[in-house]
């Protein structure tokens, strides 16, 4: 099995001790080498400054290559294009545009006055503003908003026209909704890479809440599984087991690259990449 080449998403601290928390998941997970880490805006633009000044720091600090979030809510243009040029300035020259979730109380997008209407012009913006390398968002299952599965697809294309390079996937729980998606995507004309997502599982019930907020489908056994691993206290050793073999099966499926959504817990995923074969190449230097 080729090893894969990984890369992560961290979000950013809202207090001294989640800052710590950031620190020590940059720590854990930077000798594994990830191609880049990517750092999350929160719902409505809520942690635009948090994410802005995490951004920096991870790439003045950490020798990693650094991936900031950008969305198009609650900003004008202008402001949104002002923020990806200090993140430039900043030597910051990776972007994951996305649209972006509504603010907290609202039920759907609504565009901001003078601002992107989205992620489409915001790409193509960001794409006419300077050397940006853009990511974006996929849906291997039906974004709960889109009419249908076919939906999020042309959305898809419609994003790596205006200007994207490669596209990461909501997470899933299994390889064949991934697989069905890409043949889609290839029978759409989309020749850009599709990187899966993958959520280590730290907390069942929490990821099963967030799942069907996202539309992703639970399987039952997972449901018996982790309740049958809680009896027997074995929760990490189940966890760890099922998204090994999800990333295997992805390999073994012609996958080569991997995004780990680490929740700043850094454990069970360094766990899946040693059994993966990617173990630690460096220690973190320079750390101020």
């Not at 720091?57 to 900031?68: C, E, I, P, Y």
């Not at 929490?206 to 039952?220: D, H, L, M, N, Y």
Request: proline share 6%.
């Amino acid at each position: 099995m080729t090893l894969p080449e990984i890369s992560f998403e961290f979000f950013p601290p809202r207090d001294l001790e989640a800052s710590f928390r950031l620190w020590d998941t940059v720590q854990v997970l930077a000798p594994l080498a990830p191609r880049f880490v990517s750092v999350t805006y929160g719902a409505g633009g809520t942690t635009r400054d948090l994410t802005r000044d995490a951004v920096a720091t991870l790439h003045k600090h950490s020798g990693l290559t650094v991936a900031a979030h950008l969305t198009c809510v609650n900003a004008t243009r202008d402001e949104t294009l002002a923020i990806a040029q200090g993140f430039a300035e900043a030597g910051v020259r990776d972007i994951v545009a996305l649209r972006g979730d509504p603010p907290k109380g609202e039920t759907g997008f609504t565009q901001y006055p003078g601002g992107f209407a989205d992620s489409c012009e915001l790409i193509a913006a960001l794409k006419d503003a300077g050397p940006f390398t853009i990511r974006v968002g996929a849906y291997p299952e039906a974004h709960p908003e889109a009419a249908d599965a076919q939906a999020d697809v042309d959305w898809l294309k419609r994003k790596i026209d205006a200007g994207a390079s490669e596209a990461l996937t909501q997470f899933f729980f299994d390889p064949e909704t991934f697989f069905r998606f890409r043949d889609r995507c290839e029978k759409a004309g989309i020749d850009a890479p599709i990187v899966p997502g993958i959520l280590p599982i730290e907390n069942w019930k929490g990821v099963r809440r967030f799942a069907e907020r996202c539309g992703t489908s639970v399987p039952a056994a997972l449901d018996e599984a982790f309740a049958a691993a809680e009896r027997d206290d074995r929760q990490d050793l189940l966890a760890t087991a099922i998204c090994t073999e999800l990333c295997s099966d992805l390999l073994d499926g012609g996958v080569d690259k991997l995004h780990f959504y680490t929740m700043n817990r850094p454990e069970l995923t360094r766990d899946v990449c040693h059994a993966l074969g990617v173990t630690p190449k460096a220690s973190l230097e320079n750390v101020a």
